[in-house]
């Protein structure tokens, strides 16, 4: 079965950092494209970055551009979401997603271009 779980969320305060982790189970994600959406109280679930399935092409939505890192470790079937300098506006449920492509280096945030999605992991920025 294809399940895609995060982890890595919590509680903290602005400014701090956050690691979240979306690690696959059933499927290597060598092929996958990866993608992290958020969804905050109230609003739509919106696209905050994505990678290729080489790692080589990355982008970032302008809110969170020079603050968030995509990366991702084939060997360890994971791709992670490194936050630096949160603010209360990062707070949301932050989901990760995949979907296969023979496009080595390309990547798009559109929710409907993805395929298998996790549960979600919350992340909190607050004092």
């Known amino acids: 079965q294809l399940q895609l779980v995060e982890s890595g969320g919590g509680l903290v305060q602005p400014g701090g950092s956050l690691r979240l982790s979306c690690a696959a189970s059933?499927?290597?994600?060598?092929?996958?494209?990866i993608g992290w959406f958020r969804q905050a109280p109230g609003k739509e679930r919106e696209g905050v970055s994505c990678?290729?399935?080489?790692?080589?092409?990355?982008n970032y939505a302008d809110s969170v551009k020079g603050r968030f890192t995509i990366s991702r470790d084939n060997a360890k079937n994971t791709v992670y979401l490194q936050m630096n300098s949160l603010k209360p506006e990062d707070t949301a449920v932050y989901y990760c997603?995949?979907?296969?492509?023979?496009?080595?280096?390309?990547?798009?945030?559109?929710?409907?271009?993805?395929?298998?999605w996790g549960q979600g992991t919350q992340a909190t920025v607050s004092s």
């Open positions: 990678i290729s399935t080489s790692g080589g092409t990355t």
């Open positions: 997603a995949a979907v296969i492509t023979p496009v080595q280096d390309m990547c798009i945030m559109l929710l409907y271009e993805y395929e298998y």
């Open positions: 059933g499927f290597t994600l060598d092929y996958y494209m």
